[in-house]
């Protein structure tokens, strides 16, 4: 057996040519996610967040910072070798987005500086199986201000994406991580608890507990949620200057009408958070998460810089909505099939079709099907309302026939009529 031919025998037992534990967001999902962006743009648009968006390459050292071991990036980073440079494909946006904002003195371009972007993120799994190594997140940052206001504000566009995309049963999910006054507090205490409750923890964070006493909070085991609700509260420990802030952040939700879930258990693991920790789920999935990170930009680059923001997660808005049943996708805007029999047509819709869409009708074709029967019943699966069929006949007269596809009724029209009678058939 050759080397290729090993090779080619494993590949097929393995099934797929792609890296494990990725997703393909299929043409099947392409309108979704098109209503998605659609959804973030619009939200975007109506709070003035700037869209900028950085490499999917950054400098590792960033993600490595020593001087706090409790930075969760080191072992998840994938690392790329590059021209005298040791380069990491990004695990999150916040850091190169603070690294954009020093690098460009973005401060002095808006203050605070409301930004968005849409792309993936990289980070190796090495426990939870369910999680994949490349995930595609629109995100939301606030830079360069600590005010509560701008918590609600980011948690207000949160629940507007939300909305927009018509997702039932969301649920805000909402708790205050201490600052560095009190927080080391409060590690030590559940620190000290996890080490009495190692024996009732699932397996992973029995082992993790010791190194990263904050990581059962994020598992989702039967035996860790049963540790988690004996778990002492960080409410208990915040200093004066979190329990005002979490007062006026409080205030703020309650007289905005914003209903939410006070969640003790939402803990960050990373030492560059602080303050807010939200999320937002539906029918157990976690859409959203998001909150403050003031101290992070101080632990990768020595910039204390403050900041909000909120990540959306794709694949799992993806997943909630088809698995309520795809509402967002009823209001799609009528399309038209355009059909052509023999080289003539085929020439002269291309003209045609351009007309059509010029003058905002989304017009479909499928030009390398030869025959009429197997373009009508593209036609049909696009689920296209009216067809526009032409043939030599109608090219040598100037007309064209448009098709009603519900009931089969035809109508000639000339080339110059082409535009109006067809917008008249999809009104009606
Ligand atoms: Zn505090
Ligand atoms: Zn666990």
């Known amino acids: 057996m050759t080397t290729q031919e090993k090779k080619k025998g ?12 990725v997703l393909d967001i299929l043409p099947k999902d392409g309108d979704l996610w098109k209503e998605i962006g659609r959804a973030m743009f619009g939200v975007a648009e109506l709070h003035n967040f700037h869209f900028m968006e950085t490499p999917v390459i950054e400098r590792a050292e960033f993600f490595e910072t020593k001087q706090n071991k409790e930075f969760p990036f080191k072992k998840h980073l994938y690392i790329v070798k590059g021209k005298g440079e040791r380069l990491a494909l990004r695990p999150n946006y916040i850091l190169p987005f603070l690294r954009s904002y020093i690098d460009h003195h973005l401060g002095y371009f808006a203050s605070p500086l409301k930004v968005f972007s849409y792309g993936q993120i990289f980070s190796i ?36 994406v939300v909305k927009a995309l018509k997702i039932k049963d969301a649920s805000l999910l909402i708790n205050i991580n201490g600052c560095r006054t009190c927080r080391g507090a409060y590690r030590e205490k559940i620190k000290s608890f996890t080490g009495s409750k190692k024996g009732e923890m699932c397996s992973h964070c029995a082992h993790l507990c010791e190194k990263d006493p904050f990581a059962f909070f994020d598992c989702v085991s039967e035996k860790c949620a049963v540790v988690k609700k004996d778990a002492p509260t960080v409410l208990d420990y915040l200093c004066q200057s979190c329990n005002n802030y979490f007062k006026n952040l409080l205030e703020l939700i309650e007289d905005n009408g914003i209903l939410y879930e006070l969640t003790p258990s939402l803990i960050r693991k990373s030492e560059g958070s602080n303050r807010l920790a939200f999320s937002v789920r539906s029918l157990g999935i976690e859409l959203a998460m998001g909150g403050r990170h003031d101290y992070i930009s101080e632990m990768a680059f020595k910039r204390q810089i403050a900041a909000v923001g909120v990540s959306f997660f794709v694949d799992r808005i993806i997943q909630a909505i088809q698995l309520q049943g795809n509402q967002i996708l009823t209001k799609q805007k009528p399309k038209v099939f355009f059909i052509v029999v023999g080289d003539q047509a085929k020439k002269a819709s291309v003209r045609l079709m351009h007309i059509l869409r010029s003058s905002g009708v989304i017009t479909m074709e499928a030009l390398g099907k030869k025959s009429l029967k197997m ?8 689920k296209a309302p009216v067809a526009v069929l032409l043939g030599q006949k109608e090219v040598f ?32």
């Open 375 to 382: 373009q009508l019943k593209a036609a049909e699966k696009a």
């Open 10 to 21: 494993k590949r097929e037992k393995e099934d797929t040519l792609s890296p494990k534990n």
């Open 397 to 428: 007269e100037e007309t064209a026939i448009i098709r009603d596809m519900d009931t089969g009724a035809q109508e000639t029209v000339t080339f110059a009529g082409l535009v109006e009678g067809v917008k008249k058939k999809l009104k009606s």
């Open 125 to 160: 799994k090495h426990s939870n199986e369910q999680e994949k190594n490349v995930s595609r997140e629109w995100v939301f940052h606030v830079i360069g201000d600590n005010d509560p206001i701008y918590d609600v504000e980011i948690i207000h566009a949160t629940l507007e």
